[in-house]
């Protein structure tokens, strides 16, 4: 097997995505109605990836978008995918715009490690953070110009920036 057929065969098709989304939306729906809860999904496949969106009126998500449980549901939610369909799962949740307000934290933290790299420094070391946080990472880095390399393992995994 060639290189290119073994990452052909590790990818998944839109169609595989979509039917994660699905069962994401389900078990994401139960959790939903156990809490009592009122919600509107939205499923979308992006980067390769599927994306589960959960919105609500009011504050009602309140409780559930903060990055640490926002964390834990889509683990919960992964799980709960690999157990339906026998594959992992690299879905991708979002609470209440959860993700957007990851994203403008994740901004403000490149923006103060540039200013360090700004006063002299040669290198910004960033703290820990998940694969998916880490890639949103690599991406403001790029679109600023800098360069970006993560070191560690495991949960010490972390990004440090540079001008290459």
């Known amino acids: ?35 009592d809860i009122d919600g ?29 449980t926002v964390q834990a549901l889509q683990e919960l939610t992964r799980l709960a995918v690999q157990s339906k369909t026998g594959s992992f799962s690299r879905m991708i949740l979002d609470v209440g715009g959860s993700r957007d307000t990851r994203r403008r934290q994740l901004e403000a933290l490149v923006d103060a490690a540039v200013a ?16 998916y946080e880490r890639k949103l990472v690599h991406d403001i880095v790029s679109e600023r110009g800098l360069t970006s390399e993560s070191y560690g393992d495991g949960a010490d995994r972390h990004t440090v920036i540079s001008r290459g």
């Open 40 to 68: 509107d999904l939205t499923l979308d496949v992006r980067q390769g990836r599927a994306y589960v969106s959960v919105e609500a009126e009011g504050n009602g998500l309140a409780l559930l978008s903060s990055p640490d």
């Open 116 to 131: 360090k790299l700004d006063d002299g420094a040669t290198q910004a070391s960033l703290p820990s953070m998940s694969s």
């Open 1 to 35: 097997m060639t290189a290119q057929d073994l990452r052909a065969s590790s990818e998944s098709t839109v169609e595989q995505l979509e039917h994660e989304g699905d069962v994401a939306a389900d078990f994401l729906e139960e959790l939903l109605d156990i809490v």
